[in-house]
């Protein structure tokens, strides 16, 4: 391997030729700030395009900030947020929905990475009661933090419970590409379609610099939105530079040769090492991430050379993931490595 093709995350990768191109054009003219210039407003109707035309559409930095300010506009104090004990929200973001909406995280145990039926009803009591917060919003992740991917199906009935109980269906949505790519469907038949109200569309993972995407699908419960995004310090100055890189991943289907690139190099991943002693692939293998356990002894030999996470200790189970600018050699380079490895005892 070159040495500079990481497998920790698929954040460690580049920035795609296009995006940079698009932010290069961006620089050429001066330009109204704070969103307020053609670009933002040609990025928006993009967005739109894939999601509905009666989407509201806000570019933020990044993640955690897509996904807590979102939710800070349909969450109160007192509400609580229901997701699974792996959620990105709950694990990763450094207590920020606490912090900066004040509300509860209610986990539950995750079943390959998802949140099921049963474990959404098994959140929802003491709704009316004074004495416990109120459960506001379901929060799922796609793809979920084990690489699996929720079917239409599966998102449809997590959002007809949440709806029959007054709740609100929010997806972080930072390799939501990978999952429509793993399914052969467009954007919106994963979100809008089946009940989503609230979306954090990811593009850092998927070849841009830096951006991500607050999307409402009902705009009413957009209207506070322009403040909350200000306070919570993502307003850019200079919003065309995150509404250029949006603009070229949707406009002529980069986004999804994207992610059918890294998704495909997780899957040569797998296979390659399928049926190799020393190496059992824990998770179904659905977008750009592989799920492994091998020997603690092998880990150390292998991260001695490649970057990536152990995702549980105690299990030896390490984390994989492929990006948009994973190449072939890259991934054989690394099987032959692993197979090293494991082999050494």
């Keep these: 391997m070159s040495g500079n093709r990481f497998f920790a995350s698929d954040n460690t990768a580049g920035i795609h030729p296009a995006v940079l191109s698009a932010l290069a054009r961006a620089a050429e003219d001066h330009a109204a700030a704070y969103g307020d210039d053609a670009l933002t407003a040609q990025a928006i109707e993009r967005v739109r395009e894939h999601f509905g035309v009666e989407v509201e559409v806000f570019f933020v930095f990044g993640g955690t900030a897509a996904n807590v300010l979102g939710l800070k506009a349909v969450v109160a ?13 709950n694990v990763d973001e450094c207590g920020a929905p606490e912090q900066f909406i004040g509300c509860k995280l209610l986990a539950a145990l995750q079943v390959g990475g998802k949140l099921t039926l049963e474990q959404v009803a098994s959140r929802l009591g003491g709704i009316g009661i004074p004495h416990h917060v109120q459960p506001r919003v379901v929060s799922i992740t796609q793809a979920t933090e084990y690489g699996t991917v929720y079917r239409p199906d599966e998102i449809q009935a997590l959002a007809h419970l949440a709806h029959s109980k007054g709740l609100f269906l929010h997806m972080d949505g930072a390799r939501l590409a990978n999952a429509a790519a793993s399914l052969d469907l467009p ?119 490649y970057r990536f996470y152990v995702w549980d200790e105690e299990r030896s189970e390490v984390r994989w993931m492929t990006s948009f600018d994973t190449a072939e050699a890259d991934v054989d380079e690394f099987v032959s490595a692993i197979r090293e490895a494991v082999s050494l005892g």
């Design 187 to 305: 954007l919106r038949a994963l979100t809008g379609d089946v009940g989503v109200d609230l979306l954090s569309f990811g593009g850092t993972k998927n070849g841009l610099l830096a951006g991500e995407a607050v999307v409402f699908f009902d705009p009413a419960r957009a209207r506070q939105f322009h403040f909350i995004r200000k306070q919570g310090m993502q307003l850019a100055s200079k919003m065309r530079f995150l509404a250029a890189q949006f603009d070229a991943l949707l406009a002529d289907g980069l986004w999804l040769r994207n992610a059918r690139r890294a998704n495909g190099m997780a899957s040569r991943l797998a296979a390659g090492l399928a049926g190799v002693d020393g190496v059992t692939i824990t998770q179904p293998v659905e977008a750009n991430a592989v799920f492994a356990i091998l020997p603690p002894a092998a880990v150390r030999r292998l991260q001695a050379t």
């Design 77 to 89: 104090s007192h509400q609580a947020i229901i997701c699974t004990d792996v959620a990105h929200i």
